[in-house]
């Protein structure tokens, strides 16, 4: 077996687990008057400024017209707004609000915290050889990324 093939393996089998803790505590930290499609919206155009309905339906799993209507709930809440794009006047694109920035924000603050707390007992080797190989990947997949949105 290919180093490659083991690495893949071993991605295959820690990255979910990492990614369940944290939207596990994002999820705890979350205003309790959102639904979690609603935060995951909120998340997804924290990180695709400017993203179409289309797209964040897509990533939530939601229909265009399920979609329509958590976003206007959003909007109403002053967390989200709409606008028309600025070459196609037909399409429409989602940005956070000041409010919905702020909640998203809370939210990565407090789970970098609880993350912390959970790699605190690792060693200075074991933190730097995270943190090593966590910006190898995030080169590796940012190659990948540039051709859609980003993620």
């Known amino acids: 077996m290919s180093y490659s093939h083991t690495t893949a393996s071993e991605i295959l089998k820690v990255v979910p687990r990492v990614m369940r803790t944290v939207r596990t505590d994002m999820r705890n930290f979350r205003d309790q008057s959102l639904s979690v499609p609603q935060f995951r919206t909120l998340g997804f155009v924290h990180r695709n400024s400017g993203t179409s309905l289309s797209q964040a339906a897509d990533h939530i799993g939601l229909t265009l017209p399920a979609m329509s209507r958590l976003v206007e ?12 794009h600025p070459d196609d006047r037909r399409r429409i694109t989602l940005d956070l609000t000041a409010d919905g920035h702020s909640i998203w924000v809370s939210a990565r603050e407090f789970t970098q915290v609880s993350l912390s707390k959970k790699l605190s007992a690792l060693s200075s080797k074991d933190h730097a050889t995270i943190s090593h190989a966590m910006t190898i990947l995030g080169r590796i997949f940012a190659r990948e990324s540039h051709g859609g949105h980003k993620e």
């Open 73 to 84: 709930g959003l909007v109403k809440r002053q967390l989200l707004v709409r606008q028309r």
